[in-house]
């Protein structure tokens, strides 16, 4: 195999080549950059290992040098292959081809991947869809009823769901992309042998059980750092076709995901919330850079032109009119609009909801195929 002509070099790509790039990955001051203008300068990752301090010096920042001689000096080639086969660790390189191609195409891709799991999840063939689920840590109980129902729809179209094993969204998406037997992959922001937080680690166990992987450019024992984490969402948005956003702050970290799609020119998706949630301000403000507002899997789906063209969801779709049982509060919406159509404050007066209650239960019910509104009027499909 011979390395590509991103890298502008001839090098025969072998095995011992890939424990040098494995080495370089594993040295925290040298990067994607850094990296490719070795190989150009020194034509592999061997040459490059091997080369000079004065000739590295041209590469490598005078704060690092020193920590880089004295690091080649001492790595243990062998002893970490054999963490890594005793952690049950796996990697690949830009110039493997078992490398994810979507990943490959962004801006600075690792030339490292470490991962744990399912060697053959990473492997995109054509007509697959990777799709990013993510939102707050602070999950409310509406995010939590959307990322659900949209979790459950598109794993039940053969979509495999990317997140970041956070608390909240990225957790919820991944425990129901595995309720509902479908592929997930978690990306961390630390070493693929530790979990994090240490709240999830049976979720992570469970990732790997069912035949999901765990990924990462961080290297065997790498603790979380503050900078570590908006790389790890470089990689979520990376590995997918596109970013669904389900709930989030103004500030929250899943829109540092989003903003990776936009530059990546992979789609994003934002679920609409009431609006006196500050859990929808993170949505509403990507719609307004040019998210696509979606209330159901169909509409993702479609964009991601699966080759799914009946979707099956159980969100609001031409061909769903019947109200579900729902709840007990969904059920006293649904008595009132048996016989009329009603406004939004006649709804509130009558139940005594408080309007950010009232306004999460009729996106939600509309969501469902339950209820539709028309000019601000909401009717049951049965009226």
């Known amino acids: 195999?011979?390395?590509?002509?991103?890298?502008?070099?001839?090098?025969?790509?072998?095995?011992?080549?890939?424990?040098?790039?494995?080495?370089?990955?594993?040295?925290?001051?040298?990067?994607?950059?850094?990296?490719?203008?070795?190989?150009?300068r020194f034509g592999s990752a061997k040459n490059a290992w091997n080369a000079s301090e004065s000739d590295l010096q041209e590469f490598i920042q005078e704060r690092y040098m020193k920590k880089f001689i004295d690091f080649r000096s001492s790595f243990p080639f062998d002893g970490y292959q054999n963490e890594l086969q005793r952690k049950n660790v796996w990697f690949v390189t830009l110039q493997d081809k078992e490398y994810p191609q979507l990943l490959k195409k962004i801006i600075k891709p690792p030339f490292v991947l470490y991962a744990k799991g399912n060697k053959e999840i990473l492997n995109q063939v054509q007509n697959d869809s990777f799709?990013?689920?993510?939102?707050?840590?602070?999950?409310?109980?509406?995010?939590?009823?959307v990322t659900e129902l949209f979790t459950r729809d598109l794993v039940q179209n053969g979509i495999t769901i990317v997140s970041g094993l956070a608390l909240g969204v990225d957790a919820l998406a991944h425990k129901t992309t595995l309720e509902n037997n479908g592929y997930t992959i978690a990306v961390l922001g630390c070493g693929v042998d530790c979990c994090t937080p240490e709240e999830n680690q049976?979720?992570?166990?469970?990732?790997?059980?069912?035949?999901?992987?765990?990924?990462?450019?961080?290297?065997?024992?790498?603790?979380?750092?503050?900078?570590?984490?908006?790389?790890?969402?470089?990689?979520?948005?990376?590995?997918?076709?596109?970013?669904?956003?389900?709930?989030?702050?103004?500030?929250?970290?899943?829109?540092?995901?989003?903003?990776?799609?936009?530059?990546?020119?992979?789609?994003?998706?934002a679920v609409p919330g009431p609006v006196t949630s500050g859990m929808s301000k993170g949505p509403f403000r990507l719609i307004q850079r040019g998210a696509k507002l979606v209330t159901s899997a169909k509409d993702i789906a479609e964009e991601l032109k699966s080759q799914v063209l009946n979707v099956k969801t159980t969100?609001?779709?031409?061909?769903?009119?019947?109200?579900?049982?729902?709840?007990?509060?969904?059920?006293?919406?649904?008595?009132?609009?048996?016989?009329e159509a009603l406004h939004f404050d006649t709804i509130a007066r009558e139940t005594g909801f408080s309007s950010s209650k009232l306004g999460s239960l009729l996106t939600l019910m509309e969501m469902k195929g339950m209820i539709k509104n028309s000019q601000g009027m909401f009717s049951s499909y049965q009226e």
């Open 1 to 40: 195999m011979f390395l590509s002509n991103s890298f502008n070099t001839f090098t025969i790509f072998s095995m011992e080549e890939r424990t040098y790039w494995l080495a370089f990955s594993v040295f925290p001051g040298i990067g994607t950059v850094t990296f490719k203008k070795l190989l150009q």
């Open 131 to 145: 799709l990013a689920v993510v939102g707050t840590r602070k999950i409310t109980e509406y995010g939590r009823e």
């Open 202 to 269: 049976f979720l992570y166990n469970e990732i790997l059980k069912k035949g999901g992987a765990i990924v990462s450019e961080f290297p065997l024992n790498h603790p979380p750092t503050q900078g570590s984490f908006p790389a790890r969402n470089r990689i979520i948005a990376g590995l997918s076709d596109g970013v669904l956003v389900t709930e989030g702050a103004e500030d929250s970290g899943s829109l540092i995901t989003a903003d990776y799609a936009f530059k990546f020119n992979r789609p994003v998706f």
């Open 315 to 339: 969100t609001q779709s031409s061909n769903l009119k019947e109200p579900r049982a729902g709840t007990r509060e969904e059920r006293k919406i649904l008595e009132m609009l048996e016989n």
